[in-house]
């Protein structure tokens, strides 16, 4: 059996041998990010939880925790893990709570959402609070990430309820973002 070589990253060792303690937070982050872009959740996971811990030694801006929380919910909701994707959104809501500035207002939504996909409510209880709070907040702050990713999880919650021209109509918000802001995605015909 052969032994898997491990990978080193180059600015992930030049960050270590300058002992820096915000380029390895950053780095961290970064080699989650690369790895989720894989779909190498378990690694990306690893990453961003290292990067937790740097950004907490540094006592960063919450706002850079915030955002790793977040990538750590989406990388535990894209392996099933709900129990710890709770654990997680948790965390996050409980930091808002610490910090109830309007400046970390998006993430109030991404972790409500997210919420509500692990644990449904048993009725349209997401649908209402994508369409209702959180598509026109990214709307108004023109997040369109947000908005494709969120017109989309509706498209698929109405499609799932049979509700299909309220779903075609997600979709083609969803799709029309992503035509008007070609690097978001692409070109799509």
């Not at 654990?87 to 997210?114: A, K, Q, V």
Request: glycine share 4%; net charge neutral; proline share 3%.
């Amino acid at each position: 059996m052969r032994k898997r070589k491990k990978v080193i990253y180059w600015p992930d060792k030049l960050a270590h041998l300058l002992d820096n303690t915000y380029i390895k937070g950053l780095v961290s982050h970064n080699l989650g990010y690369l790895y989720s872009l894989q779909n190498e959740h378990h690694k990306a996971i690893d990453y961003y939880i290292s990067s937790m811990e740097y950004e907490r030694q540094r006592n960063v801006n919450v706002n850079y925790l915030l955002n790793t929380i977040l990538c750590i919910i989406i990388e535990k909701y894209n392996i099933g893990d709900s129990k710890e994707c709770g654990t997680w959104i948790d965390e996050g809501l409980h930091l808002l709570c610490e910090h109830p500035h309007d400046y970390f207002r998006e993430y109030y939504y991404h972790f409500h959402i997210y919420r509500y996909l692990i644990d449904p409510p048993g009725n349209d209880t997401l649908a209402t609070f994508i369409e209702e709070e959180a598509l026109p907040y990214f709307r108004e702050k023109d997040h369109k990430d947000s908005i494709i990713k969120y017109a989309y999880i509706l498209a698929q919650h109405f499609k799932k309820l049979y509700k299909y021209k309220q779903a075609n109509h997600y979709y083609e918000v969803s799709l029309r973002t992503i035509n008007n802001n070609h690097h978001l995605g692409g070109i799509i015909l």
